[in-house]
């Protein structure tokens, strides 16, 4: 009896944890998993590919704002209409001066068209909602909910915000 009920203990804590894991205001699980992509290679090994914008620049930044850095993304899982915080589907990187790149944080993306077949509301992680970006956009892409998390590099203007005033693009992008 006892045996069944620490089972039943046990499971409860797991399946709560896991279900919980995508809506806790807490990022050190997505920042701890997501750290082996500190190597670019090691994210490019893993099928994240650089996401190029519609005029083939690599470095997205705002002038005035701030930047967004390298962005590459798993194809794989920005088509699956799901979000995982431990499985972006963006990796973003900043140029560094050596011609190295430098993880500053992870981008969660979902298509809006296959989101919305499945959910009745947007999506939202870390209790934060996602920004909808429409189409027409600077990636030529359907429009899509997307939600940036600064969990390598600090930003002055909020962890979820989409832009980094810290981070930059060398000219040109």
């Known amino acids: ?41 090691r994210a490019k090994a893993a099928g994240y590919g650089e996401l ?28 699956d209409a799901t979000v995982n915080a431990l499985k972006p589907e963006a990796l973003v990187y900043e140029p560094q001066a050596d011609g190295s790149a430098k993880l500053v944080a992870l981008e969660y993306v979902v298509f809006k068209a296959k989101w ?6 947007p999506p939202s992680l870390f209790g934060r909602p996602f920004s909808l970006t429409p189409k027409p956009n600077r990636f030529g892409l359907d429009a899509y909910y997307s939600l940036h998390a600064w969990l390598y590099k600090s930003n002055p ?17």
């Open 1 to 41: 009896m006892f045996r069944t009920f620490l089972v039943l203990v046990v499971l409860a804590a797991t399946c709560s944890g896991a279900a919980l894991a995508g809506n806790s205001r807490d990022t050190s699980g997505a920042r701890q998993a997501n750290l082996k992509f500190a190597s670019l290679t």
């Open 52 to 79: 190029l914008d519609a005029k083939k620049i690599a470095c997205i930044a705002m002038p005035g704002t701030g930047a967004m850095g390298i962005h590459y993304v798993k194809g794989t899982l920005v088509g």
């Open 116 to 121: 919305d077949a499945q959910h009745s509301s």
């Open 157 to 173: 203007i909020g962890t979820f915000a989409p832009w980094n005033p810290n981070v930059s693009c060398p000219s040109g992008g």
